[in-house]
């Protein structure tokens, strides 16, 4: 289906001392993109619910992040291309998939591949609430396959114990 492209504009504060993207700033750059992104895919229903608009109750957080970093992204004039897609729709949860990649009409480079998972509460109660119906055909336009993480596989603590 289709994945959403961001263009990104890197501020001089995202920079470490090492002269590229400092790793927290990822961070929020992914939150930027997450917003500008699916706020207009699903924003209208959650404002309808009045979730938005609860002060302080906040209709969705982040539970998990899981980054790659690819490359050092150093910083560039031109906007950063960060590709936004939803790889799995779960009972009051969604992976979102990014890929940071190099300034259009640049040669590609991808810096960082991550998936975050978003859970959607219940303003009231601040409990993990069911996606509706709704939310989900809204997400749907954005459905894809989940981002390629290149895992390693992780050693078990019997392999840990015979390497010492």
């Known amino acids: 289906m ?21 790793n927290v700033a990822y961070l929020t750059i992914l939150e930027d993109v997450r917003i500008r992104g699916l706020h207009p895919i699903i924003g209208t229903l959650a404002d309808e619910r009045g979730a938005l608009r609860s002060a302080g109750r906040p209709p969705v957080v982040v539970a998990r992040h899981e980054i790659e970093y690819l490359r050092q992204m150093p910083w560039s004039p031109r906007p950063v291309q960060v590709d936004l897609w939803v790889s799995r729709l779960g009972t009051s949860s969604i992976d979102v998939c990014h890929q940071l990649r190099s300034p259009a009409g640049e040669d590609e480079v991808v810096y960082a591949r991550v998936v975050s998972t978003l859970v959607y509460l219940d303003p009231a109660t601040q409990r993990p609430r069911r996606l509706t119906a709704a939310e989900r055909d809204a997400f749907a336009a954005v459905l894809d396959e989940p981002v390629a993480m290149r895992h390693a596989e992780q050693p078990t603590l019997e392999d840990a114990l015979l390497e010492t």
């Open 2 to 22: 289709a994945r959403l492209t961001i263009p990104v504009s890197l501020r001089w504060s995202d920079l470490d001392p090492n002269g590229h993207v400092n």
